[in-house]
């Protein structure tokens, strides 16, 4: 499985954006850019996901590089609620592959 | 929202015993898996599901876990014996092919004393 290199922690400040890295460099042709997030004492949650062009949705956008060998999740004005570790993940979209394999993730603290 | 609901939340056991964990999918999805997560290991992969049949149980230690879908209404985990090694926390996740993306539920608690 393709692997994503994120940073253990970042901090941001409440109400400003925050730009979360993922890299991604052996990433194939049929993997999805997954991202979750898991707030204390729950189980993860969907954020967003994308293939090749930049997402967004209620919660954030993603963007995505042109190589796709990199990625970034935004949180385009963070509050307390989103102090949460973001799990970037890559999901194949071939049958019987569609897992999230999870490594350790980037711990966001928010800062008030 | 349509939410995946496991039970029991919390689990308290003596070593050696049996335990079942229990998992309602969102109704439709056909897709459903079971992790675990530690401190030490993070969230694991233990059994993937898809229209019922398993796809992978790879991670799921084969001489005392047992992964079923009796019914696309319900998957169950189970393990016999327990040990204190397996006290973690277990997530339940369901999702229609991952086009748009997985529900986790709030997990079973496990504690093996």
């Known amino acids: 499985d393709a692997k994503t290199t994120q940073p253990n922690s970042m901090e941001s400040n409440e109400e400003e954006p925050v730009h979360l890295p993922c890299n991604h460099s052996?990433?194939?042709?049929?993997?999805?850019i997954h991202w979750y997030r898991q707030l204390p004492s729950q189980g993860p949650e969907y954020v967003i996901h994308g293939l090749t062009s930049n997402v967004n949705n209620r919660m954030a956008s993603l963007a995505i590089a042109e190589d796709r060998k990199s990625s970034t999740l935004i949180l385009h004005r963070a509050t307390l609620r989103d102090a949460a570790v973001y799990y970037c993940i890559l999901m194949r979209s071939n049958f019987g592959n569609e897992k999230l394999t999870f490594g350790t993730g980037t711990r966001l603290t928010i800062i008030p | 929202d349509a939410r995946v609901t496991q039970t029991p939340r919390h689990k308290v056991t003596e070593m050696g015993q049996e335990v079942t964990m229990r998992c309602q999918p969102i109704?439709?999805?056909?897709?459903v898996f079971w992790y675990r997560q530690t401190m030490m290991q993070g969230l694991e992969l233990l059994a993937y599901f898809r229209n019922r049949a398993p796809l992978d149980d790879s991670g799921m230690p084969k001489d005392r876990f047992s992964a079923e879908m009796p019914d696309a209404t319900l998957a169950t985990l189970k393990i016999q014996p327990s040990e204190p090694r397996d006290s973690a926390v277990y997530f339940c996740?369901?999702?229609?092919?991952?086009?748009?993306?997985?529900?986790f539920g709030s997990g079973t608690r496990l504690t093996v004393v």
């Open positions: 996740a369901s999702g229609f092919n991952g086009a748009y993306g997985y529900t």
């Open positions: 052996t990433i194939s042709g049929t993997d999805y």
């Open positions: 109704l439709g999805h056909n897709t």
